[in-house]
């Protein structure tokens, strides 16, 4: 059996492997040739998300198991990982087979740019959900706006991150230097939520879905000690670098705050190798919107899935076989 999928995998696929009695392989490459949406042999892939407590890994890990559940002869297993930069250079890699990432971040992969030396052949299978930049601050930090964070201790997110290449973009934004103006605490989201309990984190930076379940547990338990920022005002800033940046809110009703909050948003999008089976990612790309209602049941965020806005990726290029499907399901051009 290949190694195809993150360490965090291989208990699992051994087990696999032994109960299906025979080979289990990874998908093929790309050799060309017609898009039939059949795969014909054994093929089991790896779904690379994010932080345990984030929307990623729990659509991932939903998406993994519609996969599997769908019958066919693709199977997935997914794993927590640092999310999207992270993500994109073990899928180039081949640790991965399909990863989740900001639409941002994909951007500067297939660019070569931000926090990739070269281009990247990445493709996407669809866009998916809508990130919501979430800046929360400790009540008792004296923070009001993001150029106050001068000093403080900041948690910009897992390194490799698309939190933390957000973060850093919007302290940038407001004029500091996220090397040396804030003590830049680089922590996945629970530990985050735990600082910001304890108080040894004045405010955290998160891009996620809604509801992202850490900021509902930090909402839930310590309403009155925290609350979000605005940062809004430093959208057209955030512009300038990507014109994927856009105004958003996040409803009072997600984390039961006194009112909505702005913010800023960016999408995501599921990647895939430029070379991946164009088959086994048609194979994928249906089941995604095939199986939509089921990965709402395991995050709200799934409910953005749409047809109308799947093959909005640019400058990412829709792969081959994600474009057979939506072809075939009747997603507008």
Not at 34 to 39: A, F, G, K, L, P
Not at 79 to 84: K, P, Q, V
Not at 101 to 110: G, H
Request: with cysteine; proline share 4%.
């Amino acid at each position: 059996m290949r190694r195809i999928v993150g360490i965090t995998a291989v208990a699992a696929l051994v087990a696999a492997a032994a109960a299906c009695g025979g080979k289990q392989d990874s998908a093929a490459t790309d050799t060309g040739g017609d898009v039939t949406c059949e795969v014909g042999q054994s093929t089991r892939i790896g779904i690379a998300t994010g932080n345990a407590t984030g929307v990623y890994f729990a659509l991932g890990n939903a998406y993994a198991e519609q996969i599997n559940a769908a019958g066919g002869n693709v199977q997935a297993t997914a794993s927590e990982t640092g999310a999207s930069v992270q993500n994109i250079q073990q899928l180039v890699a081949g640790t991965y087979d399909v990863a989740f990432s900001l639409a941002d971040t994909a951007a500067n992969a297939v660019n070569g740019t931000g926090s990739f030396t070269s281009k990247q052949p990445v493709a996407a299978l669809a866009r998916i959900h809508t990130n919501y930049t979430q800046v929360i601050v400790r009540k008792g930090a004296g923070i009001t706006d993001v150029a106050g964070m001068k000093g403080k201790r900041v948690s910009t997110g897992s390194p490799k991150s698309g939190t933390e290449v957000i973060a850093n973009r919007i302290l940038t934004a407001a004029g500091l230097t996220p090397e040396s103006d804030v003590s830049a605490q680089k922590l996945d989201l629970t530990k985050t939520v735990d600082g910001m309990k304890d108080g040894t984190i004045d405010a955290l930076f998160w891009s996620g879905g809604l509801p992202t379940p850490g900021i509902t547990d930090l909402l839930t338990t310590s309403a009155d000690k925290v609350e979000f920022l605005d940062i809004t005002p430093l959208l057209p800033e955030m512009q300038k670098i990507n014109e994927v940046y856009q105004e958003g809110s996040i409803p009072a009703a997600t984390y039961k705050t006194p009112a909505d909050v702005k913010t800023i948003v960016v999408p995501n999008v599921l990647l895939v190798r430029e070379d991946f089976d164009p088959d086994v990612a048609c194979v994928l790309t249906k089941t995604l919107f095939d199986r939509k209602t089921q990965l709402e049941q395991a995050n709200a965020a799934a409910k953005e899935l749409s047809l109308t806005t799947a093959r909005a990726t640019d400058p990412v290029p829709v792969h081959r076989g994600a474009t057979k499907a939506l072809d075939d399901l009747g997603a507008p051009q």
